[in-house]
C-alpha cells in the first residue's frame, strides 16, 4: 500500500500535467531544464512560508530552508 499523499488533488493534477514533460527529459537524460521549470512553477502556485513564530532570523530562514528542500524532495519522487 502507497503511503498518504502529502498533496492535494490541484497539486496532483499540476504534478500529472508534466509527466510527459518529465519523460522527454528522461529520455534524453536532461532532467535539470524540466526541474527549473516545475520547481518555478510548483512555488510560484503553493509559495512555502516562513514560520513567523521562529524569533531568531538564522534559524527561520534554516527551517524554510528544509521546508522547501522537503517539498521539492517529494515531488521528484
Request: aromatic share 12%; with cysteine; net charge positive.
Amino acid at each position: 500500500m502507497a503511503p498518504p499523499s502529502r498533496c492535494n488533488t490541484e497539486q496532483k493534477e499540476f504534478l500529472l500535467k508534466h509527466v510527459s514533460s518529465f519523460l522527454e527529459g528522461q529520455k534524453k537524460g536532461r532532467l535539470n531544464k524540466f526541474w527549473v521549470i516545475v520547481d518555478a512553477r510548483w512555488f510560484q502556485r503553493w509559495e512555502v512560508v516562513e514560520d513567523a513564530t521562529i524569533v531568531d532570523v538564522e534559524e527561520r530562514q534554516k527551517a524554510y530552508g528544509k521546508k522547501v528542500a522537503s517539498w521539492k524532495k517529494y515531488i521528484r519522487h
